[in-house]
């Protein structure tokens, strides 16, 4: 390969700087109640906890930074003392064993791809965090409910899940799965519009709300299951500390605390848990408390300017 030329090095390194000084004008960090904070107070929390969990928008390229970011710097400060284990709602279960064999060099990148339903963005948003946990020996798990799944309980409803095979059945929570508490079931509810239905509607739609509320759950409760068995083989098996997992998923499944930490403490009580959550804001410099407060132990807002994709 032909050798950089001093002054194209000197561009590409200035390039570089000039990359990540901008990503770091791009985002600002604060505790649950408005309180600016920083990355290192981040990874500092970390050491006290089982389970990290980055909520994050899907299309954020900030926050799939950061996260890339919070990958490496736990691995460097934690790595050498506990396993770091990178767990990830672009997964499902179904698929663990594709996973495996990709991380342990046993097939290749085109055939993993070809066969673990890896999200649209996954080369652009997701396959930094799983090459760096590939070169670092990072096991990475894949926590999600297939799609299938979830498709047919928001169809036909929860009680269809019995109708599985018991193959089948362990690529999902415990049949029955909990159902979400009082607060996570009015927030989803308002979001897809059930509480701005009038009297009038017909009673369809709140049975229809109701399996999308279900099918939602079983998203919750599988990946909160897939993080508990790592806790609970850990603790069966007695080997130095326990693991220190980190959680990526949509910020809906985890913000203040809702959804996925509910179930994993179902799962698992003794779970200590800290809730990192991505909001894209226009004012991102700006905490208002009416929308902010408390979406988790610490809110990252970020530019949704940023790295726009055209």
């Known amino acids: 390969m032909r050798k950089l030329t001093p002054i194209l090095s000197t561009i590409i390194l200035c390039m570089a700087s000039l990359s ?33 969990f980055l909520g994050e928008q899907h299309d954020d390229a900030v ?10 710097l736990t691995f460097e400060k934690y790595g ?23 991380l342990s060099g046993l097939i290749t990148e085109e055939k993993f791809l070809s066969d673990s339903r890896p999200w649209v963005n996954y080369k652009s948003d997701y396959r ?15 926590s999600n409910a297939p799609r299938r799944y979830v498709n047919m309980v928001s169809r036909q409803g929860k009680d269809a899940l019995m109708k599985l095979s018991e193959q089948a059945k362990r690529w999902i929570a415990p049949l029955p799965y909990s159902p979400p508490s009082e607060d996570y079931a009015k927030k989803f509810l308002s979001l897809i519009g059930e509480f ?10 709140s049975i229809k709300n109701s399996k999308m509320l279900d099918a939602q759950t079983l998203w919750d409760a599988t990946m909160a299951f897939s993080i508990a068995e ?13 693991p220190l997992i980190i959680q990526l998923n949509g910020s809906f499944h985890s913000e203040s605390g809702l959804g996925i930490p509910e179930h994993l403490v179902k ?17 991102f410099n700006d905490f208002d408390e009416k929308k902010h407060k408390n979406l988790g132990d610490f809110v990252v807002l970020t530019n949704p300017k940023a790295f726009r994709k055209k």
């Open 20 to 52: 990540y000084s901008q990503t770091e004008e791009n985002y600002r960090i604060f505790d649950s109640v408005g309180n600016q904070q920083t990355l290192d107070k981040i990874i500092e929390r970390m050491q006290s906890v089982d389970v990290v």
């Open 63 to 72: 926050a799939h930074y950061l996260q890339e970011k919070i990958l490496q």
């Open 80 to 102: 050498s003392q506990r396993q770091v284990v990178l767990s990830m709602e672009m997964f499902e279960r179904d698929v663990q064993m594709v996973l495996d064999e990709y």
């Open 128 to 142: 930094p965090l799983v090459e760096f946990a590939k070169t670092n020996k990072i096991p990475v798990i894949a």
């Open 196 to 205: 701005h239905q009038s009297d009038s509607e017909s009673k369809s739609v």
């Open 230 to 242: 790592v806790l609970k083989q850990s603790e069966i098996s007695k080997q130095g500390k326990p």
């Open 267 to 283: 799962y698992f009580p003794k779970a200590k848990y800290l809730v990192v959550t991505f909001r894209p804001e226009e004012n």
